[in-house]
């Protein structure tokens, strides 16, 4: 006589709690965005082009993922050397400075574009240093590249600094007994196990970049066809009331997010079989 035992889930309640799931999902990001999608299905070919080709369109577009793309590779480099101070060096107050590495996140973004604002301005602490010396930061390009650093920073130090903590330092030890330098151990030894979450840390400080605007309006002048960047512009198109152009510019960053999203989680794919 066979016995009919009941199984039960190790998490009870799965159906709910993923019926809940769904419904929040829907509500917060999949419903808005196909209402995105479906507004922007309304314009024919040549509108939708008409509206995200412009002139000033494209030009947002070079603002922004150029001023991102160059503050992601500054992250990439001094997110790294940020990373490898606070896990190899023991100082004075390394805990407050690990600490002020997240600030970024912590802090509003139209607090940190006022601040920084305030001090690349010409009579600022930083800005009246670099001025006489033909350096303008401060509503310009150059101060896009700046807040997009900072707003940048955490992602390359957290993504980086875990694998350097798993780094053994006998690894450099071994290179150096067989001869290699400095120069030679990181670039032959350490660099490549770091290559992969320097890469994830990149992409992540692209993506944060592009999406930013609470902190870089307050720096950058937002003159058209110079230091514009593309957020602005659709609020732009949203105050003009021209919502059509700017949920086809929205498609647009849509699309481009979604790409960063695959490219990042691909880099982590990557990275943890690369650690395997």
Known sequence: MKL??????????????????LLYLSLVVLIPLSALVFKTAGLSWNEFLEAVAAPRVLASYKVTFGAALAAAGINAVFGVLVAWVLVRYPFPGRRLVDALVDLPFALPTAVAGITLATVYSPN???????????????????????AMTFIGLPFVVRTVQPVIEELDAE?????????????????????????????????????????EYGSI?????NMPMVSEITPLLIL??????????????????????????????????????YAE
């Open 171 to 211: 690894i450099e030890e071994a290179a150096a007994c067989l001869g290699a330098n400095r120069w030679q151990t990181f670039r032959r030894v350490l660099f490549p196990l770091l290559t992969p979450s320097v890469l994830t840390g990149f992409a992540l400080a692209f993506a944060r970049g592009v999406g």
């Open 124 to 146: 600022g602490w930083v800005g009246k240093i670099l001025e006489p010396r033909g350096i303008k930061v401060a509503f310009t390009p150059l101060g896009i590249i700046v």
């Open 4 to 21: 009919f035992t009941k199984h039960h889930n190790v998490l009870p309640g799965f159906g709910p709690t993923m019926g809940y799931t």
């Open 236 to 273: 732009t198109k949203l105050e003009q009331y021209d919502y059509q152009g700017a949920t086809a510019i929205a498609t647009v960053m849509l699309v481009a997010s979604f790409i960063m999203l695959l490219v990042i989680n691909l880099l982590q794919k990557w990275s943890r079989r």
């Open 217 to 221: 309006i307050f720096i950058a002048g």
